[in-house]
């Protein structure tokens, strides 16, 4: 079952923060996070694990909450290189990695 | 170090013919996995490989084959092309648990008509 993003489409100035959102109905033992840019293939960004942890990727982060069943990825002043689509993948107790529909990020100067 | 190597870029197929995707990895990873994308589906996964000769469904199998005789390559099988499966396909391989991110080859574009 695919996991749910927030929102499906941000739009931002230079500078602004974002926070993208990514839920599951089923028990999470990890959540990726990718970012890609229009006619490319997904980049990988961050790992969480389970336990609650929260990690840093320049000025983009992620928190897992675990009993929530829930990540978040912050992007804090951002800039134009940011604009792309973001996508949560989610694992449970199997070996899929499961992606969300994706959030697309628009900069503008 | 080539990485994820995905053949061909674009194909065009008619309803009803059969290809293959190639996928081959050279970093000897032990996961390999297809996924299409399609506009507001994001990623959806097809079938995945935890080792050679290992392989299982994904979300959306149906119409496509998957076998994994090596550690480096794994293709997808499309049995009798439909409409239904134009789509940018990635394939993507990691180490395969679940630390290990998720390195994605640079897509093939498939068009049935």
């Known amino acids: 079952q695919q996991p749910v993003q927030s929102p499906q489409a941000v739009i931002l100035r230079e500078g602004e923060d974002a926070v993208i959102n990514c839920s599951s109905s089923?028990?999470?033992?990890?959540v990726h996070w990718y970012r890609q840019k229009h006619g490319e293939a997904p980049v990988f960004l961050m790992i969480?694990?389970?336990?609650?942890e929260q990690k840093g990727h320049e000025k983009i982060s992620a928190s897992f909450n675990e009993k929530k069943q829930q990540s978040s990825l912050y992007l804090t002043a951002s800039q134009l290189s940011y604009s792309g689509t973001y996508f949560c993948?989610?694992?449970?107790?199997?070996?899929?990695?499961?992606f969300g529909t994706g959030t697309r990020l628009q900069v503008f100067p | 170090n080539a990485g994820v190597t995905q053949t061909p870029k674009f194909q065009v197929l008619k309803t009803g013919q059969s290809m293959t995707l190639q996928c081959a990895q050279d970093?000897?990873?032990?996961?390999m996995s297809w996924y299409r994308q399609d506009p507001g589906m994001g990623l959806r996964l097809i079938h995945y490989?935890?080792?050679?000769?290992?392989?299982d469904q994904g979300e959306v199998p149906n119409g496509y084959n998957v076998s994994r005789s090596t550690t480096e390559d794994f293709p997808l099988r499309l049995l009798s092309a439909a409409p239904s499966q134009t789509s940018v396909y990635f394939c993507?391989?990691?180490?395969?648990?679940?630390?290990?991110?998720?390195?994605f080859g640079n897509g093939t574009r498939l068009t049935v008509t």
């Open positions: 490989s935890v080792g050679a000769g290992i392989t």
């Open positions: 969480l694990l389970k336990g609650g």
């Open positions: 993948g989610t694992r449970n107790n199997t070996d899929k990695l499961i």
């Open positions: 993507a391989s990691s180490y395969g648990n679940y630390n290990s991110p998720l390195h």
């Open positions: 089923k028990a999470l033992y990890s």
């Open positions: 970093m000897n990873h032990e996961y």
